[in-house]
């Protein structure tokens, strides 16, 4: 490491320039307080999730799905007299319609 590296790694822990030894001493120490070994034998504190089934879980603690809200229509604005048009012409088709029945009928 050069001189001007060994610097700017220093600044980024918010050290001072230092010598050369005792600034690459201290940079080892930090390196191992920021990674340290893990023995991969040594047991964790919690247990590994195995099984991710939720079988026996209570539904409580168990997540739920997100529900989304249903999505509802527009109103429509309809003016009265064209609505009222077209039903008022198959109204009168409809009483022509029985008004010629009976007569076929009798």
Do not use: W
């Amino acid at each position: 490491m050069a001189d001007e590296e060994l610097k700017r790694e220093l600044v980024k822990f918010g050290l001072r320039p230092m010598g050369r030894k005792r600034a690459i001493a201290l940079l080892k120490r930090i390196y191992d307080e920021v990674h340290p070994v893990i023995d991969p034998f040594t047991p964790t504190v919690r247990p590994l999730a195995v099984e991710k089934a939720g079988g026996d879980t209570p539904l409580a603690s168990r997540q739920a799905k997100a529900k989304k809200p249903r999505a509802r229509g527009k109103a429509v604005a309809v003016e009265p007299e064209l609505n009222c048009a077209p039903v008022a012409a198959m109204e009168e088709q409809i009483n022509e319609k029985e008004a010629v029945e009976p007569e076929n009928g009798e």
